[in-house]
């Protein structure tokens, strides 16, 4: 849900869609209802086309940090494979100018202020789906959603506390992904029941492909959270992803998650996206690193 590798809190950091930061409600245009406007993704093609790009404040995961899911997206969308793994070393600032660079090797990286490396992708082995397990029915993840919400405001922060992510915020449909997982009993994953929001669609109706990896990022956290030992205040160290068919917007999906391996610090969980029949649209992998151990017995700082 973070997007640095590095221990900084960040949050439920999902990453935004590349776009100058122009989301006033008149540059929306009639009909958006709070959502990004077609502008705001219009100028992010164009700016990413002379490699450069900005991060708008819709696609933050804590306040002023960009959401790692979001990132990842974009970067995968400038790197030329069918499946890439993106690495986060630094938190992702919004609402200013960032780099993009192309890598040897089909690759691209994101730099911020300095030069100082933010993001990197590089192409990488799909994602296997022989290890996905089936889908949960539409059923059982609406049921999960609705515990979810039965829990109270909660959060990935240290202490628990809910921020407005765009992942998995308590933010309307046409301003964040709501990916609000709680386990689906008797199974060691968690779900939850959505419908993609239009306000994130491309031409044809379907989802964005930077939003689709953004859907990715959360689920693996709550499963983490969940079913595993991930502790609240993590990182997201690295994402990878293999986008298998669309998400048309406007019609139930079902996102799962859950544990694959855990050592030390670090935690790695799968993770997919669904239609309401069980049919796979994408299928990914996690990595999560725990915050260091605070000190005991020392004075603060």
Not at 118 to 129: Q, R
Not at 188 to 204: G, L, Q
């Amino acid at each position: 849900m973070t997007d640095a590798s590095t221990g900084t809190d960040m949050g439920t950091g999902m990453e935004t869609n590349a776009g100058t930061e122009t989301s006033t409600d008149a540059s929306r245009g009639p009909g958006a209802r709070g959502g990004v406007s077609q502008a705001v993704v219009a100028e992010a093609v164009r700016e990413r086309s002379h490699g450069m790009c900005t991060i708008p404040t819709e696609y933050q995961g804590y306040p002023d940090v960009a959401f790692g899911g979001y990132v990842a997206g974009l970067l995968a969308g400038c790197a030329s494979a069918g499946t890439v793994r993106v690495d986060f070393r630094a938190a992702t600032p919004v609402g200013v100018p960032l780099r993009l660079a192309e890598l040897d090797g089909g690759g691209v990286r994101l730099t911020g202020r300095a030069d100082a490396v933010l993001a990197t992708a590089t192409p990488a082995p799909a994602v296997s789906v022989a290890g996905v397990p089936t889908a949960p029915s539409l059923e059982r993840a609406r049921a999960a959603t609705e515990a979810f919400h039965a829990g109270g405001l909660t959060g990935l922060a240290v202490d628990g506390t809910a921020v407005d992510c765009f992942g998995c915020g308590h933010r309307p449909p046409d301003r964040g992904l709501r990916q609000h997982c709680a386990r689906v009993p008797g199974t060691d994953m968690v779900a939850t029941a959505w419908t993609p929001h239009p306000a994130f669609a491309d031409a044809r109706g379907q989802l964005r492909t930077e939003v689709l990896w953004a859907v990715l990022d959360c689920p693996t956290a709550w499963a983490g959270i969940h079913v595993g030992t991930l502790r609240p205040g993590a990182v997201t160290a690295s994402l990878t992803a293999t986008l298998l068919r669309p998400v048309v917007t406007g019609e139930d999906h079902i996102t799962y998650a859950w544990p694959t391996a855990t050592t030390g610090r670090k935690h790695t969980m799968g993770v997919a996206v669904a239609t309401a029949r069980g049919e796979l649209c994408a299928v990914g992998e996690a990595l999560w690193i725990d915050p260091r151990p605070r000190a005991t017995g020392g004075s603060a700082g």
